[in-house]
Nanobody, 114 residues
Framework: QVQLVESGGGLVQPGGSLRLSCEASGSIHSINVAGWYRQAPGKQREWVAVILDNGITNYQDSVKGRFTISRDNANTVSLQMNALKPEDTAVYYC?????????WGQGTPVTVSS
């Protein structure tokens, strides 16, 4: 079992920055892929960025060059979000995948508005 807890969301003006963190506990050694997803009001959840256990990262086209996913330590994955736009407004969810399961955090809201 893996438990995920996100933090760092909030209200920010367009062009601003936020850093989201996801702290994992439990069987963290079994995690193969960690990532961030988001769900805007009235829309389906979509993937934002992922990081593999070998450090390779990948990003949705709309956030490339603005967002950076990183593994801070053995149990924390962060998402640095710069140059935020109103369309980035969503609830952001941390995700962790093992060979057999898929885990989600409770989500942290991000609102980009002036």
């Amino acid at each position: 079992q893996v438990q995920l807890v996100e933090s760092g969301g909030g209200l920010v003006q367009p062009g601003g920055s936020l850093r989201l963190s996801c702290e994992a506990s439990g069987s963290i050694h079994s995690i193969n892929v960690a990532g961030w997803y988001r769900q805007a009001p009235g829309k389906q959840r979509e993937w934002v960025a992922v990081i593999l256990d070998n450090g390779i990262t990948n990003y949705q086209d709309s956030v490339k060059g603005r967002f950076t996913i990183s593994r801070d330590n053995a149990n924390t994955v962060s998402l640095q979000m710069n140059a935020l736009k109103p369309e980035d407004t969503a609830v952001y969810y941390c995700n962790a995948r093992t060979a057999f399961d898929n885990y989600w955090g409770q989500g942290t809201p991000v609102t980009v508005s002036s």
